[in-house]
């Protein structure tokens, strides 16, 4: 089946600092989805992508749909501590647009 | 919240037992999806439905069965439960299939000794 390759698995870093994560697939996506989650609850939508190389903004966070629709990126700029949790990768794949398949996520740890 | 509630929230079976997770929803959307989560694993799916009576296969479907009869439940039963079952199941809901809004459940914490 699709498989999504998320990385890096985890990252320490200062508060303040910028945070870039990817995801990479061998096939093409329709759509690009990030998330995060907490500790004890489910993943929340962060970001939603529908075009290849839509650039899209929420707050902090910036995520890109890859040009080759087979790749994402997100970005979070200036770290600050609720920002520590683990953060997801998602997508519809072109064959088998109906499942919603994610990669194995990123965990993130900040030092105050 | 997003009105997906999933039942139990916790489960201690045990080995060669039925089990059925409970997913409800209040929102009337169509797509449903049942994840389990894992360390190092992320999300992976197990049963989707894109309709009342529509249900497809994720890729770790074997050992799982579901059913949605209606559409606001999404039923996953484990017809006799493992111990590689154990896990945190995730539902999930969405209007269509290429809709943003895909909200998640809180998890259902399943332990098979």
């Known amino acids: 089946g699709q498989q999504l390759n998320q990385s890096p698995q985890s990252m320490f870093i200062q508060e303040g600092e910028d945070v870039s994560m990817n995801c990479t697939s061998s096939?093409?996506?329709?759509?690009w989805l990030w998330y995060k989650q907490d500790p004890g609850e489910g993943p929340v939508l962060l970001i939603a992508?529908?075009?290849?190389?839509e650039l899209t903004s929420n707050g902090r966070l910036t995520a890109q749909f890859g040009i080759t629709r087979k790749d994402s990126f997100l970005n979070i700029s200036a770290s600050i501590p609720s920002d520590v949790g683990i953060y997801f990768c998602?997508?519809?794949?072109?064959?088998?647009?109906?499942?919603?398949?994610f990669g194995q996520g990123t965990r993130l740890t900040i030092n105050p | 919240d997003a009105g997906i509630t999933q039942s139990p929230r916790h489960k201690v079976t045990e080995t060669g037992t039925p089990v059925t997770l409970r997913c409800h929803q209040t929102?009337?959307?169509?797509?449903m999806y049942w994840y389990r989560q894992d360390p190092g694993h992320g999300l992976r799916l197990i049963h989707y439905?894109?309709?009342?009576?529509?249900?497809d296969k994720g890729e770790v479907s074997d050992g799982y069965s579901v059913s949605r009869s209606k559409t606001e439940d999404f039923l996953l039963t484990l017809e006799s439960a493992t111990s590689s079952q154990t896990s945190v199941y995730f539902c999930?809901?969405?209007?269509?299939?290429?809709?943003?809004?895909?909200?998640f459940g809180q998890g259902t914490r399943l332990t098979v000794v």
């Open positions: 439905s894109y309709g009342v009576k529509d249900t």
């Open positions: 999930a809901i969405s209007r269509t299939e290429m809709n943003t809004e895909a909200f």
């Open positions: 998602a997508g519809h794949p072109i064959q088998g647009a109906q499942k919603l398949v």
């Open positions: 992508l529908y075009k290849a190389g």
């Open positions: 096939s093409i996506f329709n759509t």
């Open positions: 929102e009337n959307h169509r797509y």
